[in-house]
């Protein structure tokens, strides 16, 4: 069984960074596709940031050029870099692991992942 733990959400002020982490056990498969989504209150879960099994990364249009999805194979964690925080990414963040490999229009749909963190709180104040 895939579990993932996320950590590194908190609050910061606008234009700031942050640098979220999930750490992932329990993987088997020789593929795997990783996304980050996000979910304000009231609001539907978004994709924000995803990678599939050969790199290739996708992101929401409200975050390009801001944040940075990528993963370390060896420690097998996934990142989300933040940079240039707004306080409309205020938001609880969640990753997510699929089995298998996802094209690049794919990765920000949750329906592509079988695995979901518990989440972790980002507040950004304007």
């Known amino acids: 069984q895939v579990q993932l733990v996320e950590s590194g959400g908190g609050s910061v002020q606008s234009g700031g960074s942050g640098r979220l982490s999930c750490a992932i056990s329990?993987?088997?498969?020789?593929?795997?596709?990783m996304g980050w989504f996000r979910q304000a209150p009231g609001q539907e879960r978004e994709g924000v940031a995803g990678?599939?099994?050969?790199?290739?990364?996708n992101y929401a249009d409200s975050v390009k050029g801001r944040f940075t999805i990528s993963q370390d194979s060896a420690k097998k964690t996934l990142y989300l870099q933040m940079n240039s925080l707004k306080p409309e990414d205020t938001a609880m963040y969640y990753c997510?692991?699929?089995?298998?490999?996802?094209?690049?229009?794919?990765?920000?749909?949750?329906?592509?992942?079988?695995?979901w963190g518990q989440g972790t709180q980002v507040t950004v104040a304007s």
């Open positions: 329990g993987a088997t498969s020789s593929s795997y596709s």
């Open positions: 990678i599939n099994s050969i790199g290739i990364t």
């Open positions: 997510a692991v699929g089995e298998g490999w996802r094209s690049w229009s794919l990765l920000l749909q949750a329906l592509q992942y079988n695995y």
